[in-house]
C-alpha cells in the first residue's frame, strides 16, 4: 500500500518532466536548443505564485472545471498499476469507472469554456465534445478484447506484474494493433499533432489550448497539471504495453517503466516534430481508425482463441 | 391494499374539487396540490413498505356482473408504483407555481383534473389484475394526457400534437388489445396468465404488445407523437410523461414478458437492437433540436433506448443461462427507469422555469441565465451531469450495472458476444452523444450571455418551482453515490420477474453498489482536496475581473457566441445519413451584401417516410371511401343494421 | 501459439483498412505496394518446402508486386499530374467501417469452405477473401481509374493468397501467369492514361460516358 502511494506521488511528480521531453525533441528536430527539460515546473511554480483574471461573463463553473478536470486525472491514476505495482485502490469495473470520471472531467472543462461566452473556445468546445466520442468507443472496444483475454475489468488485471506479457502471450499480433489504436486515443484525448496542435498562432485552429484561453494564475496551473496527468495516465498505459516485462525486483520495474514512458513521450515528440496538423473534417477519419484497429484486433483475436 | 385504493381516493377527490371551486383561484390550486400530493404521499409510502417486505396484494371487484376487475401488487408494479406517486407528488408541487395564470381559471382546474385522472390511471396501470383493467386504465391514461397535452389549444402547434399523440396512443393501444385478444382466444380467460400457449401464439402476442407498448414507451421508430407532444404540454405535465408515463410502456413489455416466459434467444437481440437505434438515433436527433424541450423529448427516446439494451441484455442472459448477466442487465434497466424518471423529471421542470421566466424555447435565443437563476441552473447541471451518465451520479450508477452485465455476455459464446458487443459500444457512443448534447444545452443556456433580450433581467421567484428541483437534484446525487439501498429495491423488482432464479443472492449486487460509493467518495475526496489547495493558493491574491479575452479582437458582441446550432454541427455531420439537416441561407454576395438569415432544421426520417409510406396512401384510401359518408342519417342506420346482420351471421357465439 | 503467418496477414488486413481510409492516390499506391510485399513473403513462413527454384519465383513476384507495378503506377500519376483525391462514392467513414464488416463477413465466410492448408493459419482464408472483396469494394465505390486499376490489384493480392494454399508448383505456374497479365495491363494502362488525359484533361471514369452515342 506504501509502496503504491509512493508511485502514485512518483507519478504525480514526473508528470511535468516527461512533457517538458517533448519540447526537447521538437526543438532537436528544429535545430533549436530548446527550453530547459523542468520547464514545466517553472511554469507550474510561476502559476501558482500569481493571481487570477476572471472574465465578467463567467459563473463557478469557470472555477469548477479546472479542480475537476485535475481530480479526476489524479484519482485515474491511483486505480492504475504504475510500473507494473498494485495501485493504490482497485475493484471490477474500475475501468468504466475511470473512463467516466474522465467524461467528467471533459463536460467541466467544456462548460467551463462554454462560460466564457468566447466564440473561440466554442468552437473548441464543440471540436472536444466530437472527437472523444469515437474515441469513448474505441476505448471501450480495447476493453472488449481484454475483458475477453482477462475476464477481468480493472486496471489492476490489465497491466499489473507480468499481466501485459500474458496478454501478448495469449492474443499476439493484435496487441500491437491495440498499441496504436491506444497511442491514437493519446494523440486525440490529450490533444497533440495531428489532431491539436498547442503551439500554432491561430487560435482558430486550435482544440483544448483555446479552451483554457481566459483561465489564468493557480487555475491554470491546475489545468495545466491535470493535462500532464491525463497524458502521463495514456503514456502509461502504453508504456506497459510495449515493454510487458516484469523484473522481479521493485527498482529495476520502475525503471524499465520510465523507459516506457520516455518513448511513448518521445514518440509524440517526433510525431510533432515530422507531421503537421490535420484539417479538421479529416480528424474524425484518424480517430476512426483507432476504433477500427482496436475492433480488428478483436475480431482476429477471437479468431484465434477459437 | 385499502392503503393503495385509499390514495386513489385521495388524489381523484383533488381533481374533483378544483373543478367545483374554479372560481376561487388560489383555494382551487391548494386544494388540488394538497390532494393529489396527500394521495401520492399516502401511495409511495405504501407502494415503499411493499416493496422492501416483500408484500404482495390482490383485489377483484365484479363490475356489472359480467367482468371482474382485479388489482394485484407485487414487486414490480411497487417499484413503478414508487416511480410514479414520487414524480407525481414533485410535479403536483412545482405546479402550484407554475401555473399561475389567473386569467385561465377553468383551464387550470380542468388541468389539475386531468393531472388527477393521469396519476390515478397510471397507478392503475402498473397494478392491474387482469386485461380488462388493464385496457381500462390504460386509456383512461391515454385519454387524459391527451387532455393535458391540448393544455394550450389556442396555439394550432399544440393542437396538431394533440391529434398526433391521439392517433398514436390509439393505434398503440389498439395493438395491445390485439395483443390481448390472442391471448384470450388461446386461454378463454381475462387474467394474465399464458399457460398452455404455443410458441409461435407466444411470439405473436409478443410482437403486438411490443408495437404497442413501444409506442407509449416512444422506442424507435414508434416515437414520432413523443417530440411534438412533449414540448406542448405544460412543463410539469411533460415531466410527468416523459418521466414515468412513457415508462408504463416499458412496465407493460416487462410484464407481458414476465406473463409469457417465452424462451427464444431471438426476444432478447430483438429489444436490444431497438434499444441501440433508440438510444443511438435518440441523441442524434436531440442534438441537433433548436427547441428546449423538443431536444429533452428525444432524449426520452435514448433513455427508453438504454433501458431497452438493459432489458434485452437480461433476456439474453436468461437465454444463455448466465443468472448474473441476466440479473444484472433487467437491475440495471429497471435502476434506468427510476433514474430517468428523477434527471428526466427534473430537467423538464428545469426548462420550465426557463420558459415560464424568458417567454422562449429557442436554445439559440437564450443564454447566462446561471447568473440570475442559481437554483435553477445548479439543479439543471446537476440533472445534466446525470442524464449523461457521469459519476457521481445517478445516471451512471445504472449505466454500469448494464455495462458490467454486458461485458458478462462477452464471455458468452459467439451469437451473445456479437449482441454483447454492441450493447457496449452504442452505450459508449450514447455517452459521448449525451455529454455532447448536455454540454451543448448548459453552455448555451445557462451560460456564456444573453443572445436576446428575452434573457436579460430574469429572475426565478417561486419557492415550488424550485424546491422540487432542489429535492430531485438531491436524489440524484445520492442515488449516484450510494446505490446500495436503491439496488436492494430494484433487486425486489426483478424477482417479481419470475425467473426461477430462487432468491437473488443479494451479495454481488451489494459489493458493485458499494464499489461505486467507494470510487465516488474516492472522487470528491480528491476534489476536496483540490479545494482546500485552490483556497490555500489563492490566499491573499488579488483576483481581478475583465472583460473575456477576444483573441485581439476588442468590440465583441453577444451575437458572436457560438451558438447552440454551430456547436452541434460537426457532430451531425457525422450522422448525415441517418438525419439529413435541411439548411435555409442565401448566400453573402457582392461588396455590400444585403441582409442574409441562417435557417436549419434536423429531419428525422420516420416522420419523412411515415408521411410518405403511410400517412399519404391512408388518405388516398380514405379519400376514395369518402363516398360512404353521406352526411344522411337515415343511410346510416342502416349502416348499424347492416353491421349488426352481418355479426349476427357470422360470428359464432 | 502465434504463428508468425497470422501476424503478416493481420498487416494485410490492416492495409485494407488503411487503403479505405486514404484520400490520396500516393497514399493509397504505398499501402498497396505494402500489402503486395507482405502477401509475397507469406510463402516463405508457411510451411512449403522451398526450393531454390520457388524461391526466386517468390522473390520475383515480390519485386513485380512490391516494386514494379507500384512503381508503374507511381510514375504513371506523376506523369500525365492526374486529380490526387480518389473520389470516393461512398465516404471514407462509412468506408472504414464497410471494411470491419467486410472483414467480419470473410471470417464467417471462410468457415463453410473448405481448402487445404487451411490449418496453417486462421486467418489466411479470411484475408484472402477479405482482399477479394475489398478489390470490389474500391472499384465500386471510387470513380478515380487509378484508384480502380488499385483495386483490381487488390483483388489480385487475394488471389495469390488463396493460391498459396495449394501445392507449390501448380501455384507458381497459376499466379506468375495472372501476374504477367496485371503486369502488362498496368503498362498499357499508362499508356492509354497519356491519351485519355490528353484528350479529357481528367480521369474522371464518370465521364467516359460522354463517349457513348
Request: charged residues 10%; positive net charge; glycine residues 10%.
Amino acid at each position: 500500500m506504501i509502496e503504491s502511494i509512493l508511485l502514485w506521488a512518483f507519478a504525480l511528480l514526473t508528470a511535468p518532466l516527461f512533457a517538458g521531453i517533448i519540447f526537447k525533441v521538437k526543438a532537436f528536430f528544429g535545430g533549436r536548443k530548446g527550453s530547459p527539460v523542468l520547464i514545466n515546473y517553472y511554469t507550474l511554480i510561476k502559476l501558482f505564485k500569481k493571481g487570477s483574471v476572471y472574465s465578467t461573463s463567467t459563473t463557478f463553473i469557470f472555477k469548477l472545471g479546472p479542480m475537476v478536470s485535475l481530480g479526476a486525472a489524479a484519482t485515474a491514476l491511483l486505480f492504475l498499476p504504475i510500473a507494473g505495482h498494485a495501485p493504490v485502490f482497485s475493484f471490477n469495473g474500475d475501468v468504466i469507472f475511470i473512463l467516466y470520471l474522465l467524461g467528467l472531467a471533459r463536460f467541466f472543462t467544456i462548460a467551463a469554456a462554454m462560460d466564457t461566452a468566447s466564440p473561440f473556445e466554442g468552437m473548441g468546445a464543440a471540436r472536444e465534445a466530437y472527437f472523444p466520442i469515437i474515441c469513448e468507443a474505441s476505448m471501450f472496444m480495447i476493453l472488449i478484447l481484454f475483458y475477453r483475454l482477462t475476464g477481468d475489468l480493472s486496471f489492476a488485471a490489465y497491466f499489473s506484474g507480468s499481466q501485459p506479457f500474458g496478454l501478448w502471450q495469449t492474443a499476439g499480433s493484435p496487441i500491437l494493433f491495440v498499441v496504436i489504436a491506444f497511442f491514437i486515443i493519446l494523440l486525440t484525448e490529450n490533444a497533440r499533432v495531428p489532431v491539436d496542435d498547442p503551439a500554432t498562432h491561430l487560435e482558430l485552429t486550435m482544440i483544448h489550448e483555446v479552451m483554457v484561453l481566459d483561465h489564468s494564475g493557480p487555475d491554470f496551473g491546475f489545468i495545466e497539471m491535470g493535462a500532464f496527468l491525463k497524458m502521463f495516465f495514456y503514456a502509461s498505459i502504453v508504456a506497459r504495453l510495449i515493454l510487458p516485462f516484469e523484473l522481479g525486483n521493485p527498482a529495476l520495474n520502475l525503471a524499465l517503466f520510465s523507459l516506457g514512458v520516455l518513448i511513448v513521450y518521445l514518440a509524440v515528440g517526433v510525431m510533432e516534430s515530422i507531421l503537421a496538423r490535420y484539417r479538421m473534417d479529416r480528424v474524425p477519419k484518424f480517430v476512426l481508425t483507432s476504433f477500427a484497429l482496436a475492433f480488428f484486433a478483436t475480431a482476429i483475436t477471437l479468431e484465434f482463441l477459437r | 391494499m385499502n392503503l393503495f385504493f385509499l390514495s386513489i381516493l385521495i388524489i381523484s377527490a383533488g381533481g374533483i374539487l378544483t373543478l367545483l371551486t374554479f372560481r376561487f383561484f388560489p383555494l382551487m390550486k391548494i386544494l388540488g396540490v394538497l390532494g393529489i400530493g396527500a394521495g401520492c404521499c399516502i401511495g409511495m409510502l405504501d407502494a415503499l413498505s411493499k416493496l422492501s417486505h416483500d408484500g404482495s396484494a390482490s383485489a377483484s371487484f365484479d363490475y356489472l356482473d359480467t367482468l371482474s376487475l382485479a388489482f394485484q401488487i407485487d414487486g414490480l408494479s411497487a417499484f413503478f408504483l414508487l416511480a410514479i406517486f414520487a414524480v407525481c407528488l414533485l410535479a403536483t408541487i412545482y405546479s402550484f407555481d407554475y401555473m399561475s395564470n389567473t386569467g385561465k381559471a377553468l383551464g387550470t382546474a380542468t388541468n389539475y383534473f386531468f393531472f388527477s385522472l393521469l396519476t390515478a390511471s397510471m397507478a392503475l396501470v402498473v397494478v392491474a389484475g387482469n386485461m380488462i383493467t388493464f385496457m381500462l386504465s390504460w386509456e383512461i391514461m391515454s385519454l387524459s394526457s391527451f387532455f393535458l397535452v391540448v393544455y394550450d389549444h389556442q396555439v394550432l402547434e399544440n393542437r396538431k400534437a394533440g391529434y398526433l399523440y391521439f392517433i398514436f396512443s390509439h393505434v398503440g393501444a389498439m395493438f395491445i388489445l390485439a395483443a390481448f385478444g390472442v391471448l384470450y382466444s388461446h386461454t378463454g380467460s381475462f387474467g394474465f396468465d399464458a399457460a398452455g400457449m404455443s410458441h409461435a401464439a407466444k411470439m405473436l402476442v409478443f410482437i403486438l404488445a411490443f408495437i404497442g407498448f413501444g409506442s407509449k414507451a416512444g422506442v424507435f421508430p414508434f416515437h414520432v407523437w413523443l417530440p411534438h407532444a412533449h414540448p406542448a404540454a405544460p412543463s410539469h405535465i411533460s415531466a410527468v410523461m416523459s418521466g414515468v408515463m412513457i415508462k408504463t410502456g416499458i412496465y407493460g413489455i416487462l410484464r407481458l414478458y414476465s406473463i409469457l416466459n417465452l424462451h427464444t434467444p431471438v426476444l432478447g437481440t430483438m429489444v436490444l437492437v431497438f434499444g441501440v437505434v433508440s438510444g443511438v438515433l435518440g441523441v442524434v436527433y436531440a442534438l441537433g433540436q433548436h427547441d428546449l424541450k423538443r431536444l429533452l423529448a428525444y432524449h426520452s427516446v435514448e433513455n427508453i433506448g438504454i433501458i431497452l439494451i438493459g432489458i434485452g441484455i437480461g433476456m439474453i442472459g436468461v437465454e444463455a443461462k448466465n443468472p448474473i448477466m441476466a440479473v444484472l442487465g433487467f437491475s440495471g434497466g429497471l435502476l434506468h427507469v427510476l433514474n430517468h424518471s428523477i434527471f428526466k423529471s427534473l430537467l423538464f421542470m428545469g426548462a420550465g422555469v426557463v420558459l415560464k421566466k424568458t417567454g422562449t424555447r429557442s436554445i439559440d435565443a437564450l443564454g447566462g441565465l446561471l447568473k440570475n437563476m442559481k437554483v435553477t441552473g445548479v439543479t439543471f447541471l446537476v440533472g445534466s451531469l446525470a442524464i449523461a451518465g457521469l459519476p457521481p451520479f445517478n445516471g451512471f450508477v445504472s449505466e454500469f450495472f448494464i455495462y458490467v452485465g454486458s461485458f458478462r455476455g462477452i464471455a458468452v459464446g459467439s451469437p451473445v458476444f456479437a449482441v454483447s458487443l454492441l450493447a457496449i459500444v452504442s452505450l459508449a457512443v450514447i455517452g459521448g452523444l449525451a455529454l455532447a448534447c448536455f454540454t451543448k444545452v448548459v453552455g448555451v443556456v445557462f451560460q456564456g450571455e444573453p443572445r436576446s433580450r428575452a434573457a436579460h433581467d430574469v429572475n426565478e421567484k417561486g419557492p415550488a418551482m424550485l424546491l422540487p428541483m432542489v429535492i430531485l437534484a438531491g436524489a440524484c446525487a445520492v442515488i449516484g453515490v450510494y446505490p446500495g439501498g436503491f439496488m436492494f429495491l430494484v433487486l425486489k423488482a426483478v424477482a417479481a420477474l419470475g425467473l426461477d432464479y430462487g432468491r437473488i443472492p443479494m451479495e454481488p449486487f451489494a459489493r458493485i453498489s458499494a464499489n461505486i460509493t467507494w470510487g465516488a467518495t474516492l472522487f470528491l475526496a480528491v476534489l476536496l482536496a483540490l479545494l482546500a489547495l485552490r483556497r490555500i493558493l489563492y490566499q491573499g491574491k488579488t483576483i481581478g475581473r475583465a472583460g473575456t479575452w477576444g483573441c485581439g479582437f476588442t468590440q465583441p458582441t453577444t451575437r458572436m457566441q457560438y451558438t447552440g446550432s454551430s456547436y452541434a454541427a460537426s457532430i451531425l455531420e457525422f450522422f448525415k445519413p441517418a438525419a439529413p439537416l435541411e439548411e435555409d441561407h442565401p448566400p453573402v454576395l457582392g461588396l455590400f451584401p444585403r441582409q442574409t438569415h441562417y435557417r436549419s432544421h434536423i429531419h428525422d426520417i420516420v416522420e419523412l417516410h411515415l408521411n410518405r409510406l403511410v400517412v399519404n396512401p391512408v388518405l388516398w384510401l380514405f379519400d376514395k371511401l369518402r363516398w360512404i359518408q353521406h352526411g344522411d342519417i337515415h343511410l346510416y342506420i342502416g349502416y348499424i343494421l347492416l353491421a349488426i346482420v352481418v355479426l349476427l351471421f357470422f360470428v359464432k357465439p | 501459439m502465434i504463428h508468425p503467418v497470422d501476424t503478416i496477414l493481420s498487416l494485410a488486413l490492416l492495409s485494407i483498412l488503411f487503403s479505405f481510409g486514404s484520400s490520396r492516390l500516393p497514399p493509397l499506391i504505398k499501402v498497396l505496394a505494402f500489402q503486395g510485399v507482405v502477401v509475397c513473403i507469406v510463402p516463405l513462413f508457411i510451411g512449403h518446402d522451398m526450393s531454390t527454384g520457388s524461391l526466386v519465383f517468390t522473390l520475383a513476384t515480390l519485386a513485380i508486386r512490391g516494386i514494379i507495378i507500384p512503381g508503374c503506377i507511381y510514375l504513371a500519376i506523376k506523369r500525365v499530374a492526374i486529380e490526387r483525391e480518389v473520389e470516393p462514392i461512398v465516404g471514407y467513414h462509412a468506408s472504414i467501417l464497410a471494411g470491419l464488416l467486410l472483414i467480419v463477413g470473410a471470417t464467417v465466410a471462410s468457415h463453410h469452405i473448405d481448402v487445404p492448408y487451411s490449418s496453417v493459419s486462421a486467418l489466411l482464408l479470411p484475408t484472402a477473401i477479405s482482399l477479394l472483396g475489398a478489390g470490389m469494394f474500391l472499384l465500386m465505390a471510387r470513380r478515380n481509374a487509378i484508384a480502380m486499376v488499385l483495386g483490381y490489384i487488390m483483388m489480385e493480392n487475394g488471389i495469390y493468397l488463396v493460391g498459396t494454399t495449394f501445392s507449390v508448383r501448380a501455384r507458381h505456374i497459376v499466379e506468375f501467369g495472372i501476374l504477367l497479365d496485371v503486369l502488362a495491363g498496368v503498362m498499357i494502362m499508362a499508356v492509354i492514361l497519356q491519351n485519355i488525359t490528353r484528350t479529357f484533361d481528367d480521369v474522371d471514369t464518370a465521364r467516359l460516358r460522354t463517349l457513348k452515342e
